[in-house]
């Protein structure tokens, strides 16, 4: 499965983005996505998981009520929906995929190549 992360840039504070991670070469309803992030000198975090489906998603404690994962099956996509944006929400952001529903790094088994999210003050 190859991924393809879009949609960063620079925003201002209180701002918002949507980040897009286009799969290819594989069935993509076959894995649960996921988005991480990993900003300068620090190790890369998890940030909402989504399950097959679209059923169930989970986010993280940081960003729950800011963002939001979706998926369309159809377009073989994953959405990451960010609303009020944070200096703190700065890193580069990475799409996964994985045959479980996890928050879980380890058990991510395709990446996309990232796509940096800039956050002013």
């Known amino acids: 499965v190859q991924l393809q992360a879009s949609g960063g840039g620079l925003v201002q504070a209180g701002g918002s983005l949507r980040l897009s991670c286009a799969a290819s070469?594989?069935?993509?309803?076959?894995?649960?996505m996921g988005w991480f992030r990993q900003a300068p000198g620090k190790e890369r975090e998890f940030v909402a998981s989504i399950s097959w489906t679209g059923e169930h998603a989970y986010h993280a404690d940081a960003v729950k009520g800011r963002f939001t994962i979706s998926r369309d099956n159809a377009k073989n996509t994953v959405y990451l929906q960010m609303t009020s944006l944070k200096p703190e929400d700065t890193a580069v952001y990475y799409c996964?995929?994985?045959?479980?529903?996890?928050?879980?790094?380890?058990?991510?088994?395709?990446w996309g190549q990232g796509t940096q999210v800039t956050v002013s003050s």
């Open positions: 996964g995929a994985t045959v479980k529903f996890s928050s879980w790094l380890s058990d991510y088994d395709y």
């Open positions: 070469g594989g069935t993509f309803s076959s894995y649960s």
